[in-house]
């Protein structure tokens, strides 16, 4: 993940994982854009509600599984 010092993601790039084909696999671009949509969002201290997996509510929501590991780690 780049970071400028603000904290707007410049971008989130998945290097390896052991997803499943077709279900959790859409994490790489070159099979979606998906991970393209943590582009240009913020996060600091004040916005980490916003970036929590919820089912019915916050910033990511409708989203298939791969917030549920990847977003977690992205605001470590």
Same mark, same amino acid.
């Given at each position: 993940?780049?970071?400028?010092?603000? /904290?707007?993601?410049?971008?989130?790039?998945?290097?390896?994982?052991?997803?499943?084909? /077709?279900?959790?696999?859409?994490?790489?671009?070159?099979?979606?854009?998906?991970?393209?949509?943590? @582009?240009?969002?913020?996060?600091?201290?004040? @916005?980490? @509600?916003?970036?929590?997996? +919820? +089912?019915?509510? /916050? @910033?990511?929501?409708?989203?298939?599984?791969?917030?549920?590991?990847?977003?977690?780690?992205?605001? +470590?």
């Amino acid at each position: 993940m780049g970071l400028t010092p603000e /904290g707007e993601v410049l971008g989130v790039r998945v290097i390896e994982h052991h997803e499943t084909p /077709g279900l959790g696999d859409k994490i790489e671009l070159r099979i979606s854009n998906w991970i393209l949509s943590f @582009n240009h969002k913020l996060i600091n201290e004040t @916005n980490l @509600n916003d970036w929590a997996v +919820k +089912k019915t509510a /916050g @910033n990511l929501i409708n989203f298939p599984v791969q917030p549920l590991r990847l977003v977690p780690s992205l605001i +470590k």
